[in-house]
């Protein structure tokens, strides 16, 4: 019979990923519960890890180049199949849960040669709740609602001006 009509059982599959934007690379043969028959499917969860040597790439190309290679039921033939796709590097965070005090504590202690900033872009609606659903969906969680006291803004604007005023000259 021939490999390629169909006909014959899958009993097991093998993944291979390429060298790859980020290392990753399966830990295992994907696990099958029992034959893939003819006309028939599976879903079955392949575990991946971040060991391999990362491909460094400018700009960033996210595509994986995978080879899967089924084995056959009573047979010595394999078949290999090669494709490409993307694996978003998301999957390997895991959903932030950390207490707001805990992390407003935390994040006082952080020295101010260690932080970093990061200015975004306008938000397309000024709908505070929209902005904070949308960033949840990013992992990027509320901790607590920043005010600023008008008298310190007024403060820093007389500052502005005195000193250039008296620099001026």
Not at 51 to 67: F, W
Request: charge should be neutral; charged fraction near 20%; proline fraction near 5%.
């Amino acid at each position: 019979m021939d490999k390629f009509s169909g006909q014959q059982s899958i009993n097991r599959v093998d993944i291979k990923f390429n060298v790859n934007y980020l290392g990753i690379e399966p830990t295992q043969t994907l696990p099958l519960n029992g034959l893939i028959s003819f006309g028939s499917s599976q879903l079955a969860e392949l575990p991946l890890v971040l060991s391999g040597e990362p491909q460094q790439r400018t700009p960033l190309n996210t595509k994986v180049q995978v080879a899967v290679r089924a084995a056959f039921v009573n047979s010595n033939e394999k078949a290999i199949f090669k494709f490409d796709t993307t694996i978003p590097s998301h999957i390997f965070f895991e959903t932030l849960a950390i207490d707001k005090n805990d992390y407003l504590e935390k994040w006082k202690n952080i020295q101010q040669s260690d932080g970093q900033s990061v200015q975004l872009k306008p938000a397309k609606t000024p709908d505070i709740e929209a902005i904070k659903t949308h960033l949840g969906r990013h992992n990027c969680i509320f901790i607590s609602p920043r005010e600023v006291s008008i008298l310190f803004y007024y403060f820093i604007l007389y500052y502005y001006y005195y000193y250039h005023y008296y620099n001026f000259f």
